[in-house]
């Protein structure tokens, strides 16, 4: 990488121009540059191998150019006055077998704005390594955890307990990866946070192996673009997430004739997000197309009872292959209004 790169700020904005190849002397010099403020984690969970991203920034749609991972190979963070390409360069590099310290170290020696990134990258043994370069806005630093296979980073923040007070959260907090990561945010931002305040969000959480499907592989993939709050806003689509990957693990037990299973899984779905209407529906649906009518009726029900512009859906599934083409049937969930 070199100077050329056009560098985007996850902090106020960007001004930032490089000069076209083959140029030299003053205009490879940014005319203009603002100052950044973004703090992140990276991490890897070793009991699930499970690797993630988590961020907040006062800046817009900060998820688009500073978290990236792959399944079974890494995830990285790259913020302060930004080069986005540490990105897919440092995923490259772990995927050819490169460790994530090997690999940021690699990339910072062929960047000549090294001092002012910030980055981190972990591999999917959850060897981990970060920077912050000298230019970076105070306050800016980061913690690397080799045995807790995490790093966190931050520049621009009100002081420097912000990131030790993260470090100290991912540490100390229960659940799953996601849990852990907004957890960590969180408390940047009890600590003070961004010295500007805050803007956008985003999560990203990766299977620790690769299925060759990346929409199966990665588990969470959710961003705030610009909010008042947007870590809350996150906490919300997260806990949405896990009501469709519930949904989505009834679905494969269906299939499978596991009824049990799915029903504890819908379940949970509906447990997880009472206000989507849509979720019992089509558990209904789903129950009727697999000779489990009976049972999708009261759900049925219930769910006309609320929206009744669902029972109006029903019969347009027929064409679709989705509900079998058996008048009784309709007959059954008509009733159901």
């Known amino acids: ?25 003053a205009s490879d010099r940014p005319r203009f540059q603002r100052p950044v403020a973004t703090y992140s984690i990276v991490a890897r969970d070793p009991h699930t191998g499970e690797m993630g991203v988590a961020v907040q920034s006062h800046w817009f749609s900060v998820g688009s150019v500073v978290s990236w991972a792959q399944a079974g190979v890494g995830a990285v963070a790259t913020q302060s006055l ?17 460790s994530g310290p090997d690999a940021l170290r690699s990339l910072l020696a062929g960047d000549e704005g090294r001092e002012v990134r910030q980055v981190a990258m972990i591999d999917a043994l959850g060897r981990v390594a970060a920077h912050t370069g000298e230019k970076c806005i105070a306050a800016a630093g980061h913690v690397v955890d080799q045995e807790h296979q995490f790093s966190v980073q931050a520049n621009l ?13 991912y540490r100390e907090s229960g659940g799953d990866l996601a849990d852990r990561l907004i957890a960590a945010l969180e408390a940047a931002q009890s600590a003070g946070g961004d010295i500007r305040g805050r803007q956008s969000a985003a999560l990203v959480i990766v299977s620790g192996t690769s299925t060759g499907r990346p929409w199966i592989d990665r588990t969470f993939d959710l961003r705030i673009e610009d909010h008042p709050r947007p870590i809350e806003e996150l906490k919300r689509l997260v806990r949405l997430q896990r009501a469709y990957l519930h949904m989505n693990a009834g679905d494969v037990a ?38 489990q009518v009976e049972a999708s009726l009261p759900i ?32 059954k969930i008509d009733a159901q209004k």
Do not use: C, K
């Open 1 to 25: 990488m070199s100077g050329r790169v056009l560098s985007i700020m996850t902090g106020i904005s960007i001004m930032t121009l490089m000069a076209s190849p083959g140029t030299a002397g």
């Open 82 to 98: 930004v080069d986005p390409a540490y990105g897919p360069l440092g995923l490259d590099l772990m995927r050819a077998g490169r």
């Open 157 to 169: 923040m009100t002081d420097d307990t912000i990131w030790p007070a993260m470090a100290q959260a």
């Open 254 to 291: 269906l299939e499978h004739g596991e009824f049990a299973q799915a029903s504890r899984e819908y379940a949970a779905a509906e447990t997880l997000a009472p206000e989507i209407v849509e979720i019992p529906f089509w558990h209904a649906v789903t129950l009727a197309a697999n000779d």
């Open 300 to 331: 049925f029900r219930r769910v006309f009872a609320r929206e009744p512009v669902w029972a109006d859906l029903v019969e347009r599934l027929v064409p679709a292959g989705i509900l079998p083409d058996d008048p009784g049937l309709l007959e």
